[in-house]
C-alpha cells in the first residue's frame, strides 16, 4: 500500500460520525457572505444595500488574479455591505442578505440527471470552472481555474484527486464520495480533459473501505461511458497522517518530491481535493456557483445520534448549524473549524461558513488544552514524525532566539504546519507555535531578497 | 457552554509524554533487574534500593532547595538513572559508594548542567567511570558464580548464603582473566540466560535482549545506534580473532561479557546524550564499538564500554551537526 516516505504519525482516527447520512440544512433568516471565500485578494462586492438577490447570482468579483467570484447563497434582499467578524475574530466585509424562498438565477440546471458527457472546450469548461467561483476545498481554497491552467512550460502528468481525508474526526469527504461517487469522476473527468488527459488517480485513504468501494464501482459503471473516463484509478492509501497533504500524496501516488518553495506543477502534479471535483462538475455540467459544501458536526462528547454530516450553504452563521445540531453541549471547551490537527480554534461562533468550512468539531477541556511545557529530552521524535524531514527541535531553538540565517539554512520555510512536532513531542514544547512564526518572517525575508518582477 | 478556548493548531496530543518514556525505560530493565535479584539475593535488593533512592531523593531535594526549580522527580528520569547505576555496579558494593555514584551522577552529571535534557554526559555511565576510578578495588569484587555450580546453588547461595566452598565464586570477571592472559572457557549458551560475572546488570544477555525488544515495540528508541555498536564489534573482534584466535578473544565473547549489552541497550541509546538523526546514531554507534573493542584489545582496562560511551557522548553536539536527517524534496 503506498504512503509517503518521510515522517508522519497515526493519531486515532476517531471517524465517529462516518455513517452519518449528509442531511441538508434549512435555511436560516439571514446569512452573511464573507468575501474572503478564497486564498489570494479578497472579492469586491457588485451589490448594493436594498438589491434583490436570486440564488447563484454573482454579488462580488475577484479582487485579484488569485481571487474568485462569490456568489449569493440564497434569494433575499441585502441588507448590509460591511466588516463582520470572522471565525478568528477579524474583520472582513461580508454581504448581509436577509433570507427569503429560494428562486435560482437563470441559466443554472437544477435537475438531478447524470451528465456524462464531457464538453471538449477547454476554455469553456475554464470558464465555467472561474464564473461559478470553484476554489480548492481541501482547506486552502485556492482558486481552482487558476491550479488548472498550468503556466506555459508545464505540463500535467498526473492530476490526484485527494480523497485522503487524513485528519481525524472529519467524515465530509468520505460521506460525499460514498453519496456522489458519480459526479466526483465526472468533475475528475472533466479536469482531467483539461488538464490534456494525463493519468488520474483518486487517492484515499485505507480507513474509508465503503467510499473506496463506492468509488471503484462508479468508475467501473462510468467507465461504459467512454474513452473520457479511461486513465482513471482509485488508489489505496495507507492510513497515516498528512497521507493528504498535498507535497505527501504527491510522493506516496507519484514517488517525487516537490522541491523547496517549488509547485506540484513542477513535478508534473495537480491535485484536487475531491469536494474540489464535487464543485467541478456542478459548475461544468450545470452550470451551478460553488455556494454549498459539506461539513462534519462531530465530537467526543456527542452522543451517537448527534453526529451529522450537513450540506450547507455559503453566510450560514456557525451557531445556527451548531443550533440545527442540538447546540453546543456544555462540556466543550474549544470549537474547531476544519481536523483537529490543522482546523482553527472558532473564537467568534458568530461567524459564519465559507465555501471551505469542513466541520464544526467539539472538544472538551481535557481533550485538548495543552500541558505545561518541560525540558526538551532530545529524543528526536518530532524530527521522526515531520513529514518534511525538518528538524523541529532545532528550528524551535533558533526561532526563539531570532536566528533567521541558520532558520532558512535549516529549511524552516518547508514546513506545512502539518502540527505532527507539537502533536508528538512528550515534553509539550510548543515546536509549531515558535516554527509557524519564525517561518512567516523568513518567507518575508526570503520574498523581499528576490527580483522584482 | 464555557468560554471557549482559542489556540493555534495541532488541537490534540499524543499521550506520550516524558514521564511515559521514561517509565518504559524502567519497565525495559525490570527483567535484567528480577534476573540480578535472584542471582545475588539480599544484597543485590539493597543496592538497588540505596541507589534509586538516593538519585529520585538528591534530584528532589537539589531542584527544590538548592536550584528552587518545579520538581522533576515525576518525570522518571532520576528512576532510570537510579536503576542504571545499580545495574552498574557490584552487588558487594558498600552503601556508601553508590550514594556517592548517585551524588555525581545526579548532582553532577546532570544537574548542573540544568537538568533533564541538558546534560552532555549520561549520569549514570558518568557515575560508573568516576566509582570505577575512585574505587577500583570495591568496584571490580565481582561475585562472579564459577562453572560447574547448578543454577539452584547458585540462587541458595544469593539467598541463604550457603556455602559451596572457598573457590566457588570467583573475584575475576571473565574480560579480566582474558586481560590477564589467563584461558577463559565460557559454555556460551548457559550464559545467555546467566554466569557472566561482572556488575549485577550484566549476568544475563537474554534478560537485556527482551528489554531491548520491549523499548523497539514501544518505540522508545530506534534500534540504530544499539545495531552499529553490535555489528562493530563483532566485525572489528571478528578479523582480530580470525588473525589470532590465541591473542584475541572470539566475537561472542566480547558481545556476552562485561558492559556491552547493558551499554548498548540502555545507556549508548540515552535520548540526551546520543545524535539526534539516524545516521548520526550510526556514526556514534561505531565509534562506540570501536572504542570499546580497542580498548579491550589493547588497552589496560579489561572494560571499555563505560569509556567509549563517554568519549562518544562528548562528540554529540558534533554529530548532530553533521548528519542531519534528509530533508523532503532535496537532493
Known amino acids: 500500500m503506498k504512503t509517503f516516505r518521510i515522517g508522519g504519525v497515526h493519531p486515532n482516527d476517531s471517524k465517529i460520525s462516518r455513517n452519518c447520512a449528509i442531511e441538508v440544512l434549512p435555511l436560516p433568516q439571514t446569512v452573511y457572505i464573507s468575501m474572503a471565500q478564497h486564498l489570494g485578494a479578497p472579492a469586491k462586492p457588485v451589490v448594493a444595500v436594498g438589491d434583490r438577490v436570486k440564488t447563484g447570482q454573482v454579488i462580488a468579483e475577484p479582487g485579484g488574479f488569485i481571487s474568485a467570484f462569490v456568489h449569493s447563497s440564497v434569494t433575499g434582499t441585502v441588507k448590509s455591505i460591511g466588516p463582520r467578524k470572522d471565525l478568528a475574530g477579524n474583520n472582513m466585509t ?31 469548461i475554464l470558464d465555467r470552472i472561474k464564473n461559478n467561483g470553484v476554489v480548492g476545498l481541501g482547506g486552502a481554497t485556492f482558486p481552482a481555474h487558476v491550479k488548472l491552467n498550468p503556466p506555459p512550460g508545464k505540463t500535467a502528468e498526473c492530476l490526484i484527486l485527494n480523497g485522503a481525508e487524513c485528519e481525524p474526526y472529519l467524515t465530509s469527504d468520505n460521506r460525499i464520495m460514498i453519496e456522489q461517487s458519480s459526479r466526483i469522476i465526472i468533475g475528475a473527468a472533466i479536469m482531467k480533459q483539461v488538464l490534456g488527459g494525463c493519468r488520474t488517480v483518486i487517492g484515499i485513504e485505507e480507513n474509508k473501505p465503503e467510499a473506496i468501494k463506492a468509488m ?17 484509478e482509485v488508489m489505496v492509501l495507507k492510513k497515516k497522517y498528512p497521507q493528504g497533504g498535498e507535497k505527501q500524496l504527491i510522493d506516496a501516488v507519484m514517488g517525487r518530491q516537490v522541491k523547496s518553495m517549488g509547485l506540484p506543477i513542477d513535478v508534473g502534479a495537480v491535485v484536487q481535493n475531491v469536494a474540489t471535483s464535487l464543485a467541478v462538475y456542478d459548475a461544468v455540467q450545470k452550470n451551478m456557483p460553488l455556494i454549498t459544501n459539506t461539513m462534519t458536526v462531530t465530537g467526543n462528547c456527542l452522543p451517537a445520534d448527534r453526529q451529522h454530516n450537513y450540506l450547507f450553504r455559503i453566510g450560514f452563521p456557525l ?43 467539539y472538544m472538551t477541556a ?17 524530527a521522526d514524525a515531520c513529514p518534511m524531514g525538518l528538524e523541529p527541535f532545532l528550528l524551535n531553538k533558533l526561532a526563539r532566539n531570532g536566528m533567521y540565517d541558520a532558520l532558512e539554512e535549516n529549511g524552516v520555510h518547508d514546513c506545512i504546519e502539518c502540527g505532527c512536532c507539537l502533536y508528538t513531542c512528550p515534553a509539550n514544547i510548543p515546536l509549531l507555535d515558535t516554527i509557524r512564526l519564525a517561518k512567516g518572517d523568513v518567507i518575508k525575508i526570503i520574498r523581499s531578497r528576490a527580483p522584482k518582477k | 457552554m464555557n468560554k471557549l478556548i482559542v489556540s493555534p493548531s495541532p488541537h490534540i496530543h499524543s499521550k506520550t509524554s516524558t514521564s511515559s518514556l521514561m517509565r518504559d525505560v524502567v519497565i525495559a530493565m ?10 545475588y539475593g539480599w544484597a543485590e535488593l539493597e543496592v538497588l534500593l540505596v541507589s534509586v533512592v538516593s538519585c529520585v531523593g538528591l534530584e528532589y531535594l537539589i531542584t527544590r532547595f538548592m536550584l528552587k526549580r518545579p520538581n522533576t522527580i515525576c518525570d ?11 545495574l552498574n555496579v557490584p552487588s558487594t558494593c558498600p552503601w556508601w559508594i553508590i550514594f556517592t555514584g548517585a551524588v555525581i551522577a545526579i548532582g553532577v552529571a546532570k544537574l548542573t548542567f540544568g537538568g533533564l535534557g541538558q546534560n552532555l554526559f549520561n549520569p549514570a555511565i558518568t557515575a560508573r567511570v568516576f566509582l570505577l576510578i575512585s574505587f577500583p578495588t570495591q568496584m571490580t569484587a565481582w561475585s562472579a558464580p564459577k562453572a560447574g555450580l547448578s543454577l539452584s546453588q547458585v540462587i541458595s547461595h544469593a539467598w541463604t548464603g550457603t556455602d559451596f566452598g572457598p573457590d566457588a565464586f570467583t573475584g575475576a570477571t571473565p574480560l579480566g582473566l582474558a586481560k590477564e592472559g589467563g584461558s577463559v572457557h565460557m559454555d556460551y549458551l548457559n550464559s545467555l540466560f546467566f554466569n557472566i560475572g561482572g556488575s549485577v546488570g550484566e549476568i544475563s544477555a537474554l534478560a537485556l535482549i527482551l528489554g531491548f525488544a520491549y523499548l523497539l515495540v514501544r518505540r522508545v528508541i530506534r534500534p540504530h545506534i544499539t545495531l552499529s555498536i553490535w555489528a562493530t564489534v563483532i566485525i572489528f573482534s571478528g578479523i582480530f580473532w580470525l588473525i589470532n584466535p590465541d591473542k584475541f578473544t572470539d566475537p561472542v565473547f566480547n558481545m556476552l561479557t562485561g558492559g ?14 546520543s545524535p539526534m538523526s539516524p545516521k548520526g546514531g550510526i556514526v556514534f554507534g561505531v565509534g562506540i564499538g570501536l572504542l570499546t573493542m580497542i580498548i579491550r584489545y589493547f588497552g589496560s582496562y579489561p572494560e571499555g564500554m563505560s569509556f567509549s560511551i563517554l568519549i562518544m557522548n562528548a562528540t554529540v553536539p558534533l554529530l548532530n551537526g553533521w548528519f542531519k536527517s534528509k530533508k523532503f524534496g532535496r537532493a
Request: one cysteine or more; hydrophobic letters at 45%.
Open chain 1, 94 to 124: 461580508h454581504v448581509e442578505i436577509l433570507v427569503e424562498p429560494d428562486e435560482w438565477a437563470e441559466g443554472i440546471d437544477l435537475s438531478d440527471t447524470l451528465v456524462t458527457e464531457i464538453p471538449s472546450d477547454r476554455q469553456f
Open chain 1, 216 to 232: 471503484s464501482d462508479a468508475l467501473a459503471e462510468l467507465g461504459k461511458c467512454g474513452a473520457a473516463y479511461s486513465g482513471i
Open chain 1, 319 to 361: 451557531s445556527f448549524v451548531a443550533e440545527q445540531a442540538g447546540g453546543v453541549p456544555q462540556e466543550v471547551s474549544k470549537i474547531i473549524s476544519g481536523g483537529p490537527m490543522m482546523g482553527k480554534a472558532v473564537a467568534n461562533l458568530d461567524a459564519c461558513t465559507v465555501k471551505g468550512s469542513s466541520s464544526l468539531l
Open chain 1, 366 to 382: 481535557e481533550q485538548t488544552v495543552r500541558k505545561q511545557e518541560t525540558n526538551c529530552i532530545r529524543c528526536a521524535k518530532c
Open chain 2, 30 to 39: 525490570l527483567p535484567a533487574v528480577l534476573v540480578s535479584v535472584l542471582f
Open chain 2, 76 to 86: 522518571w528520569s532520576a528512576a532510570v538513572t537510579g536503576v542504571l547505576l545499580a
Open chain 2, 260 to 273: 556491552m549489552l547493558l551499554g548498548s541497550i540502555f545507556m549508548a541509546t540515552d535520548y540526551v546524550t
